[in-house]
């Protein structure tokens, strides 16, 4: 939605407005129509308020492919052994120890690092080819299996990073210390909105059913760094207020809320004509936005015009709030609406013990619901330029944590691990790097986080490079001083 | 989009630097040049000689001016044209062309011509200013001489008057008092204060209040509270799993040195080295807590050194942003891109904060990371004296909840007499009240008919609220076959009793003592409640003993048994919790059934109980923790029942007084939470001061290296602590330690510390800095709008001894600072961001502001001072969604500590305040000198719905009503009194009177609605008020406290 037609249908609206329409003033307008432009010169860095973030006018650097991402994140480190990188090697010397040769006594978390032995496990879980691709999934993963001719899998990510908080931190801000600006709001800082009604980056989170342990989520994943706090992520919840504070306090109706925001408005116009300060145009704009916004999450969140043939897509627990099935569905809603960032939680993948129970609960959450969301989106002609990725900060170890046992489990390895995208951009039904017969060291095409995110931003027409902030004298990027575009995953 | 550029092109060219669009006069080097060089070149050719290209640096002029490999000369001063500099940035190439675009810079065609000019004129190269003590300013001469009031307004007006401006007029009194009130206490004026002031006619009226509140305990919660973000202070550790810490005697520390006006000097070293201080007192030591508030991970299987690392890193970010304005952290990894700082010189610098003997955290144990000072709260008599008389206030609250609570337990007991008793959760097989209280004989409730006679002397003594069987050693009841429990069999037994002696005593049994104790029994041994189960003594059969209970006291005992032949499956909950157990035989292989009768109060013949016992119960199931509580449960509901059935008169005081127990703490949520906030408070008056994490200094020092690429274990040469050379030495014979490093600080002939600690108060108060960036004095920083202003100051501030509170007095005694903010909007489009200070500031509240102000208004305000955290509303489920395991609870608080002052808001680290985030308040993971000022829809979403501020709109209403006057009108001006400290207008009152007597109306014929919106907050409502009058008052309050003018300063 173009902002200065909204601000005329805003101007034009209520009659006290058109009284001052022509008295509003440049600078108020400039205020109102977002001021992120502003950041772009040096002198007006620390980002002044805006009605609508409007983005950098020098975004798109060139034709993006992806007008906007659905991020799959799988909180915990899910494992690339049982998933995605078959090793049959591995299965044929199950029990035997990880031969020093792969090993090379790289470093191992403190959980692991004090075992004496590093004996193999070969997956549980049988593997098969699927699609006209032939791409090789396992068997947990039915429905995916299903749409693996949409998706290009990179089994050679890596990061340096081998605990949880670290390496979450790092793949979402591109930082393993806190600080940095998510990838979320970095795009709403360069991109803007394309839904005045919605806020333009949006965050849900979903609880695994697997019940290994529960690494904490941060803010901070979803947090503006050193960006103007407007570009964090807000959260979509599914309990209380999908927004926080968005309902009325008892008592209060709409048409009430009308009366109150009209007078409300009447008093802080007075106001401007008195001061001149454009920040209470703004002010009057936001309280409209949020009475907006009011009306349109509730539209948002409401599945009832959703048809019967889309909820047996996504499987049964679409009709349970809160589940990644929903957050799936609701995902393909806010593409709908033009939100620029999606970001879903998912989280228990954490699986140090008892893997082969509770990583099937894992996959068979997320399988369904994501398969649909492809095919849902295919089916509406979204597919093409929404970009989806999926993965977690880290895979699993080779080798078993705790030895060799039955109810097996799997420490963090960060050296490889299985990642997948779909949708604008990306090349559909393709295979990216090569793991060695361990799933223990990346043998072809390693694409390290940092290339990743380089990826991300350039499906979205953005330069890696040129997206800057300039904070403490410095101009800081979602890549820092590294990321390579991986090419041949592109269309 | 396009517009906004355009217009900020536009602002450029009308005003503020008007005189620079085309170019000065005079070219300054560190004015004009320096920026240019530094953001377009220094990357490549500055101080960071490992990117250096083709041996060029720019920042140093005998390198810039020397001949190249080539032969080429960068620059020539005096000969543009001879100077590859400016060939390079003219060309046309994209080969020769400098910067590359590779480099995503670009000069324009401003800094070109600039750049010629400057070296046309020789080239002359002067230090960062910043680098340079500062000099003594004399006042500059102004035309309008009777405006400046002090020193400030001679730099403020010599500068408006050559850009051709003029100041504003003074602001209207009630805006004066207004802004100077928010600026120095964070809080509105009282109505009092604004009759006050608006009374005094005096010539200093205005000075006097500034003394009040300058003075005034709120002052210091003011600076306190801005003094949180850059001290990164937060009550958890950040990371992963977020622990809580209590750094808050810290945070009580710092208020304390405000409200007494410690000189900056003392307040910085004790911060950075009051450990080392010769005597040092445990207050000293708790002030250097702030070298330890940085995140802290006890994530399972990190690596230690890792995180020390990043620990030590921490304290030389915050120390250098805070105390120097510089980004220090840029040379972790490599020289410095842009200032005169080295890697060794960083990890000198290091090395002052490397020798704390820290030891990490172990996961989800540690409340604190060693080192740790248990040292009280500076305001700890304060807030022992509060407590005492919150607990004084809360035994009153009881005590009046006891004696209000007759009539709502007449009626309870009445709907308990008309209900039927419920079904129990599990049906027992057998159930022996011996609560028949007379007689000889007792009966199996579950079996109509079924009774036994007591052998011995049949004597009821009281249980509880009850009656019960006494047994006196000779006292025993037989049953015949009643149960029949066997080895493989599941079975529970439930009992009340009331041991009295240690001899070995039987509850219950069914054993046969001439078959080798064939059978089992229950019996008290020791005080332990224990049990047999016996195919033949002692070869074959279990013993299981449980935990002492207390003699003479009733306890419920449950042991529950799960059928499996083997001792683990025998549980004993004792008052309905699990106990430990001793297992004394375990090797059970045969049957225990036996033709003894049941008895209870002795075994086959021996081991007589001593005591009381009711209420015992045999159950076919094993019994879960959760089976006992609900037994426990419908057996005390069961006795209550008993009495109820009785007339008061009937009942013992005793009995009277169990039951009201009762009803008060089972089904009265008030008295409830009465009980739990004592509980609570008596806790918090007898814990012992808390263990706050400070700095100590290891012995020997810790040796610090050169960190290659940054990285933990990567260390190359061994580095002793030194200061960065372009900066004054250490002073002779400082210590080369924390201590020294304080001192190097607090010496007045620093170039940094008292600027930029003047520069940060300037930003308080004006919404900018004079050195706009006040994180970064580095050459990338902003070129000061003022600079000889905020050098005056600095000495100023210095030659009062660091005198804070004096500072701060000069600046809002100025003109500048008195002058109207209602500029019209062609002076915002001239400059608007104010930096000319041709106008008063306006602008939004810091985050903590807003809400106290919302508070403050409505007269919720708690005023306590200090103490641990709080937690006021917050909707439900966000500390769960993110947490490990969701094992993060919020404890959401009742009574006054919802209404204290924000920054006494739990700051949880991975969750922070949603209301405060909201508006700007950072997350507290680094340390932050400049936060952002966004005006956004979620913020309006707070202001509407967050019940914190719906429930200030109905106090405020209710305040309106009570004391407001006897018209709407006049309510309806002080309503506005309070809120914006200046009477309604005629606009405002027609306005917001139509839209009270349309919510009126509509009230009126909806109850139900006013009553919703009445009961949003958990403060009473006052019920003398009208409801729908009340409610209608809210909605104009809400809307008064959303006014943009609200929520600003202006």
Known sequence: ?491 | MLARVAIILLASAASLEGAELGLPDKIDYGRHIRPILSNACFRCHGPDAESRQAGLRFDVREVALAALESGKVAIVPGHSDASELVDRISSADADMVMPPPSSNKTLSERDKQLLRRWIDEGAEYHPHWAFVAPKDQALPPVKLADWPRNGIDHFVLARLEAEGLAPAAEAERHVLLRRVTLDLTGLPPTPAEQEAFSNDTSNNAYEKVVDRLLASPRHAERMAMSWLDLARYADTHGYNNDGERTQWAWRDWVIHAFDSNMPYDQFITEQLAGDLLEGATPQQQLATAFGRNHVITSEGGIIDEEYRVEYVADRVHTTATVFLGLSMQCARCHDHKFDPLTQREYYGFFSFFNNVPEAPLHYNKDPAAVPVVQAPSPLDGALRERLARQIAGIEALRLAREKESAEPLARWEETVRSTPPPEPAVRPVASYPLDEGAGEVISDCMKPGHSAPVVGTARWGEKRWSKALEFDGQTYVELGEAVSLDYLQPFSISVWIYPTSNEASTVTSKMDQADGYRGFDLIVEQGRPAMHLIHHWPDDGLKVMAAPLTLSAWHHVVASYDGSGHASGLTFFIDGQAVPVEVTNDKLHGSITTDQPLRIGRRTISEPFLGRIADLAFYSTPLNADGVKQLAAEQTLADVRKIVGHPVAERSAEQQAHIRQYYLTKLDPSYQTITEDLKRAKAALAAPPPATMVMQEMSPPRQAFLLKRGQYDQPGEAVAPHVPAVLPPLPAGAPANRLGLARWLVDPGHPLTARVAVNRLWQMVFGNGIVETVEDFGSQGSWPTHPELLDWLAGQFVSSGWDFRGLQKLIVMSATYRQSSSAGAAAHERDPKNLLLARGARFRLPAETVRDNALAISGLLADEIGGPSVFPYQPDGLWQEVSVEHGAVYRKETGANLYRRSFYTFWKRTCPPPGLATFDAPDRETCLIRRARTNTPLQSLVLMNDPTYVEAARKLAERVLTAGGDSPAKRLDYAFRLATARPARASDTEALLTLLAESTERFRSAPAQAQGLLHVGASAVDASLDPAELAAWTVVGSVILNLDETITKQ
């Open chain 1, 1 to 491: 939605m173009d902002p200065r037609i909204e601000l005329g249908r805003l101007l034009t609206r209520r009659h006290f407005f058109g009284r001052t329409a022509s008295g509003l003033g440049a600078a108020a307008l400039a205020s109102l129509l977002g001021s992120d432009a502003a950041a772009e010169s040096p002198a007006a860095e620390s980002g002044a308020p805006g009605a609508v973030p409007a983005g950098l006018a020098s975004l798109p650097h060139f034709a993006p492919k992806a007008k906007r991402v659905i991020y799959l994140f799988q909180s915990g480190g899910p494992s690339q052994l049982e998933m995605f990188d078959d090793k049959p090697l591995v299965r044929e010397k199950h029990g035997s120890e990880l031969p020093e040769s792969i090993r090379m006594g790289q470093r191992l978390t403190g959980m692991t690092s004090g075992q004496k032995s590093f004996p193999v496990i070969g997956s549980k879980f049988k593997f098969a080819q699927h699609g006209q691709c032939g791409m090789s999934v396992s068997e947990l993963l039915p429905y995916t299996a299903k749409v693996v001719d949409d998706l290009c899998l990179v089994r050679s990510m890596h990061t340096e990073a081998i605990n949880h908080d670290p390496a979450i931190t790092f793949i979402q801000t591109g930082s393993q210390q806190p600080g940095r600006p998510s990838l979320g709001a970095w795009l709403s800082y360069g991109l803007g909105s394309a839904n005045a009604d919605l806020p333009t980056f949006v965050v849900m989170i979903s609880q695994g059913s697997g019940k290994d342990s529960n690494q904490g989520l941060l803010e901070r994943l979803w947090g503006s760094g050193f960006l103007p706090s407007s570009h964090q992520g807000v959260k979509l919840r599914s309990s209380g207020d999908a927004v926080l504070y968005l309902s009325d306090p008892a008592g209060i109706d709409r048409g009430l809320r009308r009366q109150m925001l009209d007078r409300l408005a009447q008093l802080n116009q007075r106001q401007f004509d008195e001061t001149g300060d454009p920040e209470i145009v703004t002010r009057i704009a936001q309280f409209e936005l949020a009475y907006r916004m009011q009306m349109s999450v509730p539209e948002l969140t409401d599945l009832s015009s959703e048809s019967p043939a889309v909820f047996d897509l996504y499987g049964p627990d679409v009709r349970r709030p809160g589940t990644f099935a929903a957050n799936c569905l609701l995902a393909r809603r806010l593409v709908e609406r033009g939100v620029r960032f999606i970001q879903l939680y998912h989280r228990g993948w954490d699986n140090h013990g008892t893997l082969p129970s509770n990583l099937p609960l894992q996959c068979r959450d997320v399988d369904q619901p994501q398969a649909a969301l492809i095919t849902d989106l295919k089916q509406r002609g979204l597919l093409e330029d929404t970009l989806i990725v999926w993965g977690g900060e880290f895979g699993r170890t080779v080798y078993g944590q705790g030895g060799l046992q039955d109810d097996y489990g799997r420490d963090h390895h960060g050296r490889c691990f299985s990642m997948w995208l779909a949708g604008g951009g990306i090349k559909p039904g393709v295979v990216h790097g090569t793991t060695d017969d361990f799933s223990y060291n990346i043998v072809d095409q390693p694409v390290h986080i940092h290339d990743l995110n380089a990826t991300i931003l350039h499906c979205l027409g953005i330069d890696h490079t040129r997206l800057t902030f300039r904070f403490q004298g410095r101009d800081f990027r979602l890549t820092d001083v590294e990321g390579k575009i991986v090419r041949p995953i592109l269309v």
